[in-house]
């Protein structure tokens, strides 16, 4: 099969567009035949190496894959060929305590397809059968595809780790990057209000159709004191702050 691979880590001139053996599946795997792959920041790091220890060489990145059914494991018996899916990028035991309490990323044999596994640079892969899931009509492969890491990322802050409730306020940094931009979405879903941050006017209109109540530009305006006026004084009940550094302070002060 055709596929994108690195041989050895570095920048962007490591990677080869070649012929790569075509992957085996075993009876728990499902074989997938790739119909769109997004690209993730976790790919730039797989590729200069970080934690390299973890990834096996020549790789294969792309963690948010969707595609067809092309070939089922002996003792995968609720997927079927030509079934359109997506696959959920975390692989882990499913029996430890992690596991059981919805902490499967902390779980010792957990794993990202396409970082510590070959993944969706290429025209096949294999995943275990636990890890695909069926695309609904109104989705296309390039929408499933665009899902998978940052609308995880998105709800873990947002449900598991601040819940996040109705009619809270909830401020989301950078809401024109993936993960920004699937917080809004998480967050609207659960009916609360969105103050949402770009870093220019262009996407003020997308974060608005995306569902922010309020669109402020991190560039040009103090956030925490746009944030108190729009929010009456009371400030926000959660910040979204995917950041680091840079905007801790601000978030503390909101
Ligand atoms: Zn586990």
């Given at each position: 099969m055709k596929a994108v691979r690195f041989h050895e880590f570095g920048g962007p001139e490591k990677l080869q567009f070649e012929e790569a053996p075509n992957?085996?599946?075993?009876?728990?795997?499902?074989?997938?035949?790739?119909r769109a792959c997004a690209l993730n920041h976790l790919d730039i790091w797989a590729r200069r190496g970080t934690r390299s220890e973890r990834i096996p060489l020549p790789h294969i990145s792309g963690s948010d894959i969707s595609g067809e059914v092309a070939e089922v494991g002996s003792l995968v018996i609720e997927h079927s060929n030509a079934e359109k899916v997506l696959i959920v990028p975390g692989i882990s035991c499913g029996i430890c305590d992690y596991c059981s309490n919805g902490w499967d990323s902390l779980c010792?044999?957990?794993k990202i397809i396409g970082y510590e596994t070959q993944g969706g640079y290429a025209e096949y892969v294999a995943v275990p059968g636990t890890n695909i899931l069926p695309i609904p009509d109104k989705l296309s492969f390039e929408q499933a595809a665009s899902v998978p890491l940052v609308f995880l990322t998105a709800w873990h802050?947002?449900?598991?780790?601040?819940?996040?409730?109705?009619?809270?306020?909830?401020?989301?940094?950078?809401?024109?990057?993936?993960?920004?931009?699937a917080a809004v979405q998480v967050a609207k879903l659960l009916n609360a209000k969105v103050i949402a941050t770009v870093g220019s006017e262009t996407k003020i209109d997308k974060a608005q159709k995306l569902g922010a109540d309020?669109?402020?530009?991190?560039?040009?305006?103090?956030?925490?004191?746009?944030?108190?006026?729009?929010?009456?004084?009371?400030?926000?009940?959660?910040?979204?702050?995917?950041?680091?550094?840079?905007?801790?302070e601000k978030s503390m002060k909101s």
């Open positions: 992957p085996k599946i075993g009876p728990t795997e499902v074989l997938v035949k790739v010792e044999s957990y802050m947002l449900v598991t780790r601040a819940r996040l409730v109705p009619g809270e306020t909830v401020l989301v940094w950078a809401a024109g990057s993936g993960v920004g931009s309020f669109v402020l530009n991190h560039h040009t305006q103090d956030v925490p004191s746009e944030v108190k006026r729009v929010t009456n004084g009371r400030k926000v009940n959660v910040v979204f702050d995917h950041i680091g550094e840079a905007t801790w």
